[in-house]
Nanobody, 121 residues
Framework: QVQLVESGGGLVQAGGSLRLSCAASGRTFSIYVMGWFRQAPGKEREFVARISWSGGSTYYADSVKGRFTISRDNAKNTVYLQMNSLKPEDTAVYYC??????????????WGQGTQVTVSS
């Protein structure tokens, strides 16, 4: 089993920045890829970004490309999501996920509890 704990959400004005963290514990050696997803009220969970656990290759949703950066610190078993130039439409609960398939679908094996990000206009 892998446990994931997110932190760093909050309320920010449009144009501001936030950094989310996701700390992994347990059988972290089984992780191939880490991802961030988000879900706004009344909408489906959508892919935001992913990073390979070993090589560090990244992939982003078009909606966040150029504004968000995903990174990892293997020594700390932690993945980050730096979010800049935030927009009101970025408001959602953000979830960290870990799995063995580098996909943009929510087919990850493990999920965190989510952290709320609210961007005011």
């Amino acid at each position: 089993q892998v446990q994931l704990v997110e932190s760093g959400g909050g309320l920010v004005q449009a144009g501001g920045s936030l950094r989310l963290s996701c700390a992994a514990s347990g059988r972290t050696f089984s992780i191939y890829v880490m991802g961030w997803f988000r879900q706004a009220p009344g909408k489906e969970r959508e892919f935001v970004a992913r990073i390979s656990w070993s090589g560090g290759s990244t992939y982003y949703a078009d909606s966040v490309k150029g504004r968000f950066t995903i990174s990892r610190d293997n020594a700390k078993n932690t993945v980050y999501l730096q979010m800049n130039s935030l927009k009101p439409e970025d408001t959602a609960v953000y979830y960290c996920a870990a799995g063995s398939l580098p996909t943009t679908s929510p087919l990850y094996d493990y999920w965190g509890q989510g952290t709320q990000v609210t961007v005011s206009s």
